[in-house]
């Protein structure tokens, strides 16, 4: 089992940033793939970025791509996601989640492979 708990959400103003903490406990994420998503009412819960535990490969979504950066700490076991230039369509709850990396197949995984969630934090920016 792994446990995720996901931190550092709040306001912040368009073109601001914040930075989100996802810390796992239960097991080592060595061979593991961890993800952020997010979800606003109404829509699917949507890729953002993911790290590859082993190697720290990273993958991004398109809207995304140069403002996120995704890393991890392996001493604390411990995923980031620093959000710059953020903009008012970023607001959502974010979600950390995490996949073995055993189960094979394409990378990163899609969305319904992920077995392990956090509990989500809230993003909120204003225009």
């Known amino acids: 089992q792994v446990q995720l708990v996901e931190s550092g959400g709040g306001l912040v103003q368009a073109g601001g940033s914040l930075r989100l903490s996802c810390v796992a406990s239960?097991?080592?994420?060595?061979?593991?793939?961890v993800g952020w998503f997010r979800q606003v009412p109404g829509k699917e819960r949507e890729f953002v970025a993911a790290v590859r535990w082993s190697d720290g490969s990273t993958k991004y979504a398109d809207s995304v791509e140069a403002r996120f950066t995704i890393s991890r700490d392996t001493a604390k076991n411990t995923v980031y996601l620093q959000m710059n230039s953020l903009k008012p369509e970023d607001t959502g709850v974010y979600y950390c989640?995490?996949?073995?990396?055993?189960?094979?197949?394409?990378?990163?995984?899609?969305?319904?492979?992920?077995?392990?969630w956090g509990q989500g934090t809230q993003v909120t920016v204003s225009s």
């Open positions: 989640a995490a996949r073995s990396n055993l189960l094979g197949g394409t990378w990163p995984p899609p969305r319904s492979e992920y077995n392990y």
């Open positions: 239960g097991r080592i994420l060595s061979r593991y793939t």
